[in-house]
């Protein structure tokens, strides 16, 4: 993965925005967008509130359709793709606002999504035929895994809507991952939680990236997380990327001190 940076240069990169805008009734949202994804990587996308970050993460996992522009997936156009294929494509994303199935349980919010990759055939569904159950088994099993990983298993059997926040947004990502995502996009995962736990986090985003291969978008208000744990930042202000680079040029870029971090370079007043 992140160890052969020759690779890296050379490679194709693993997903592709070329010059994406989104405008909502003449208000453009995101402008120019440009992203060229390394396999492997993490990558974090900052910007003060209403800078387009989420709308950038809609656009890639087809929640939306840009009102011009390209994205490639492995090289393969994907724009305007329904949320369901690029899912199976292998992009998986969290929500900033959580969405996940109250009424049911914390294993069963994950099985669903890991039915993604099932074929199931409607003949042995309803015979209920041991191919079935062992699909069923596997479906389970594997979920089980995944809360595992993410610290729920205790809580498998608890319905979502009497979890605390943070364990909500866990699951979030746990569910994610049961759609086996080659790119996981995470929408601000440190929200409400403290310090204590935006460490857990780190480690626990570091880990997955190992164990799943995976490459990983971050938006996060948590510049302390986004400088310690993202190889690369992009800044978004207004819809567009005003500074591109390691986290230590990007946090020094003029434009990102005055924009985002408050003139002093210092402050996080423009943050949340
Ligand atoms: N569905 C929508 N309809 C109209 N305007 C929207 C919609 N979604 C986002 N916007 C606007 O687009 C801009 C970017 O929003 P968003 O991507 O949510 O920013 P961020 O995630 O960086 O806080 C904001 O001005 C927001 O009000
Ligand atoms: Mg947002």
């Given at each position: 993965m992140t160890e052969n940076k020759e690779d890296e240069v050379i490679s194709e990169p693993i997903l592709r925005v070329e010059d994406v805008s989104k405008s909502f009734r003449g208000l453009r949202?995101?402008?120019g967008y440009n992203l060229a994804l390394r396999e492997g990587e993490i990558l974090g996308i900052i910007g003060p509130n209403g800078a387009g970050k989420t709308t950038v993460f809609h656009l890639i996992t087809g929640f939306l359709k840009p009102s011009s522009g390209r994205v490639y997936f492995r090289g393969k156009e994907i724009t305007g793709t329904p949320p369901p294929r690029i899912a199976k494509l292998g992009l998986a994303r969290t929500f900033q606002n959580i969405r996940l199935f109250d009424r049911l349980t914390v294993l069963e919010n994950v099985t669903v999504a890991a039915q993604l990759h099932t074929n199931y055939n409607i003949f042995e569904v309803f015979a209920c035929l041991p191919s079935f159950r062992r699909k069923e088994k596997r479906v389970r099993d594997d979920s089980l895994e995944l809360l595992k990983l993410l610290g729920l298993a205790d809580l498998?059997?608890?319905?979502?809507?009497?979890?605390?926040y943070g364990d909500k947004r866990r699951l979030e990502i746990a569910r994610a991952l049961a759609t086996r995502p080659k790119i996981l996009l995470l929408d601000e995962?440190?929200?409400?939680?403290?310090p204590h736990e935006s460490d857990q986090l780190h480690e626990m985003i570091l880990s997955l990236r190992r164990t799943f291969a995976l490459t990983v978008v971050l938006v996060e208000h948590d510049m302390r997380l986004m400088m310690n744990l993202c190889e690369r930042l992009q800044a978004l202000n207004y819809g567009e990327v005003i500074a591109e680079g390691t986290p230590e040029e990007v946090r020094q870029h003029p434009d990102v001190i005055v924009s985002y971090l408050g003139t002093s370079g210092t402050t996080q007043s423009a943050v949340n």
């Open positions: 949202a995101v402008s498998r059997d608890r319905r979502v809507d009497g979890l605390a995962p440190a929200a409400g939680t403290n």
